[in-house]
């Protein structure tokens, strides 16, 4: 690949790390099909394959379309842990998104300096990696907090049987974070 050309693609991903970056005010996860995890102010809400919706409170109060469910203090506590973990991937989402935010110049500057020095595709591609790494390792932490997430929710099905249609997130892969993947 020529250097305009390189330049360009990187150029095409800095613009996508921007807008990735932009888009972090509306979190969710998806995770099957229709279903999905997101926030409403503190409340995490849950999305069923059905459509229908739970919604979890901070202080681990469970609604399942729109009825108060009575909950054991056990199951309170794991209620207020699922709560807390979606808000720290939210927080954890929103950081990556900055740091990508911020990383763009420097790739860029990079890019420039690698165009003036005369810097060949190789040099080009290794000092590009180097910049994304720490952004990668943030990613890979992501992903631990989600697995993480999954194994919480797989305790709340076991705990609280009526919460098994908002158990979204996919447990079918224990290796489904594809951050290493370029």
Known sequence: MNATAKVLSYAFAAA????????HADVRI?????????????????????????LITPAGDLRI?????AVTGNERVLLKKYSAGI????EHGMRIGEHALNMVGGMV???????????DDKQMD??????AEPLKDEAR??????RIQRQLQQQLV????????YAVIDTDSDDDCHVDEN
């Not at 808000?87 to 939210?90: G, M, P, R, V």
């Not at 500057?109 to 005369?118: A, I, P, R």
């Not at 290794?126 to 910049?131: C, F, G, I, L, P």
């Not at 932490?141 to 989600?146: E, F, M, S």
């Open 30 to 54: 998806n995770s099957v099909n229709s279903t999905d995890v997101y926030l409403r102010g503190q409340d995490v809400v849950i999305t069923a394959d059905d459509g229908s919706e739970a």
């Open 16 to 23: 996508g790390l921007l807008f990735l970056a932009g888009a």
């Open 109 to 119: 500057g990079t890019l420039v300096t690698d165009l003036m020095d005369g810097g």
């Open 87 to 90: 808000l720290d991937i939210q």
């Open 65 to 69: 379309r729109g009825r108060q469910v």
């Open 141 to 146: 932490a992501l992903c631990a907090d989600v």
């Open 126 to 131: 290794r000092d590009m990696k180097a910049k």
């Open 158 to 165: 076991s705990e609280l049987p009526a919460f098994r249609p």
